[in-house]
């Protein structure tokens, strides 16, 4: 599975897991399980999302190396 599919996979869950906390809110009811398990997955996101920190740093860095004489 790539990243891709798993990050759709990951929405896809914390879309059901935000229906049971809406749900879980109109009745009334504890969702304090739902709501740790949105967490987690939130989480998850945004570690796949962020990718490699040292390819994240070169690419901020770059620009300010480049010189021009």
């Known amino acids: ?3 891709k599919q798993y990050l759709k996979v990951v929405e896809r ?3 059901k ?3 049971k906390i809406d749900l879980k809110i109109i009745r009334g009811e ?3 399980r739902e709501a740790r398990d949105h967490k987690i997955m939130i989480r998850r996101m945004k570690y796949l999302k962020r990718g490699n920190p040292i ?3 070169f690419r901020k860095i770059s620009p300010s190396l480049s010189f021009s004489f």
Request: charged share 25%; glycine share 0%; proline share 0%.
């Open 17 to 19: 897991i935000n229906q």
């Open 13 to 15: 869950e914390i879309q």
């Open 1 to 3: 599975m790539s990243q």
């Open 55 to 57: 390819k994240s740093f």
């Open 30 to 32: 504890d969702y304090k």
